[in-house]
């Protein structure tokens, strides 16, 4: 029993370390491997591209109207009284049927009460006043129109990713900035408490030296806080367990970018998948016009029948008689008070409205692109600031801790200098981040394929 228990402790050991070991060797996620995981488990993604496919059966199933159709009927009468069924022949038939007896039977006429008859038929339509021309064409402009979207979909999840990715930077530099400041006010306080000891200070600087301390361990606490739950978010973005750990490369850094904002606007009105789709829907409305307009003009329609009629159940008893036809029609509505007339006047209004709303949409676009520009701009402004604030806050503290040594300098003033500073690098990394994400926003409202 000891050397099982003792073997038992072992394995436990050994798997204890063994996870602790695997969560401590977290591989760091890249941007792009962070893309590629979100958009293989997007259920968004796997919609819009089962709305491909949904579009395409909808294009078959149009280019189905043009080949004929085939239909089969098979039905059961049964008569109060007896009818006749079968065909009847001629005297000269039956002269004829006497000599070819052997080859050739002769069909009599009976009566039964039951008749069960089959009935196929063959239907091709020659002409349709291009209804089915234009309503093939209006299915395969929905199947573009679902595979535009599927584009748009992958942007906004190269967005959500970016956006996601970014926020963890962040709040892993405020984090950083926070524990930094936590020294320096314990390096602060110890400095004072020293002081204090040698009576060089009152107790009062001690006390601010504390209170400063306290806060910063406080703020510290919320900045860890904020990066769980922005990994937290990330991991149900990616569509993993809400916990799992997770690293991401540190990837914040300046990229000037290089377009202008013309150059930007360019390329949106040409990449964006939005203005694709309102074009798309410009053409579909017209292709509705065409289908509406079919109702002026004639169909005409070739069929080939076929009718069996028989005694039995299986058509092939003694009484029975079959025949054929082929038939060519044409039909056109002469007159019904405008009806159609008005139908299409309907259809042209919706193609007014879908290209006033392309145009609409346009200038959205516009709007869009100049205010993510903007924001871009001001972002990389603050950055410029903030560098510099950063030199200069450095610079302050130093100057007021080598103050404060000689006593020229007061306590709030050195704890002042490390607030400062703080906040400075706060600042610059939200700035940063800022940037990064206005740079994201500008590609995704400027149309940018997925990298």
């Not at 748009?152 to 996601?164: H, T, Y």
């Amino acid at each position: 029993m000891k050397i099982r228990g003792i073997i038992g402790f072992v394995l436990f050991t050994l798997l204890l370390a063994g996870s602790s070991w695997s969560q401590g060797s977290v591989t760091p996620l890249t941007l792009e491997e962070s893309i590629r995981i979100a958009m293989e488990r997007s259920l968004s993604l796997h919609s819009a591209k089962e709305g491909v496919m949904g579009s395409e059966f909808n294009r078959k199933a149009a280019r189905a109207d043009f080949l004929p159709k085939w239909t089969g009927q098979y039905g059961y009468t049964r008569f109060s009284d007896p009818i006749t069924i079968g065909s009847t022949t001629t005297a000269a038939a039956q002269t004829s049927a006497a000599s070819t007896a052997a080859t050739t039977p002769v069909v009599i006429p009976s009566t039964t009460r039951d008749v069960y008859n089959f009935a196929t038929a063959l239907n091709q339509v020659l002409y349709s006043g291009g209804a089915i021309s234009a309503n093939y064409r209006l299915q395969k402009l929905g199947l573009d129109i679902s595979r535009t979207n599927v584009e748009s979909v992958k942007q906004d999840i190269v967005l959500q990713v970016k956006e996601g990715y970014f926020n963890i930077l962040r709040t892993e530099k405020f984090l950083d900035v926070a524990k930094q400041a936590v020294k320096q006010f314990e390096g602060q306080l110890q400095v004072s408490q020293a002081f204090f000891e040698v009576g060089l200070i009152p107790k009062n600087d001690v006390l601010q030296a504390e209170v400063r301390l306290a806060n910063a361990v406080q703020a510290q606490a919320k900045a860890e806080n904020d990066v769980a739950l922005a990994k937290s978010s990330f991991n149900s973005l990616l569509r993993m367990e809400v916990n799992t750990p997770l690293e991401v490369v540190d990837i914040l850094d300046y990229k000037p970018f290089p377009l202008t904002f013309e150059q930007s606007l360019d390329e949106a009105i040409q990449q964006r998948t939005e203005l694709k789709v309102a074009g798309l829907s410009v053409d579909q409305a017209k292709e509705n016009v065409k289908i509406t307009r079919a109702g002026l003009f004639p169909t005409v329609n070739l069929s080939g029948n076929y009718l069996k009629n028989s005694n039995e159940f299986y058509l092939n008893g003694d009484l029975n008689s079959d025949r054929w036809n082929i038939n060519a029609l044409a039909t056109i509505t002469l007159w019904e008070w405008g009806k159609t007339y008005y139908q299409v006047g309907a259809s042209k209004v919706k193609v007014t409205q879908a290209e006033d709303a392309r145009s609409q949409l346009k200038d959205n676009v516009t709007l869009e692109v100049k205010s993510d520009y903007l924001n871009m701009l001001v972002s990389e402004k603050n950055i410029n600031t903030a560098v510099k604030a950063i030199e200069q806050a450095e610079e302050n503290l130093r100057l007021n801790e080598e103050r404060y040594k000689y006593q020229v300098a007061t306590a709030f003033d050195v704890l002042d200098a490390v607030t400062l500073l703080a906040q400075a690098r706060v600042n610059y990394y939200g700035a940063l981040s800022d940037f990064n994400i206005a740079k994201a926003m500008l590609e995704r409202s400027m149309g940018r394929t997925v990298p």
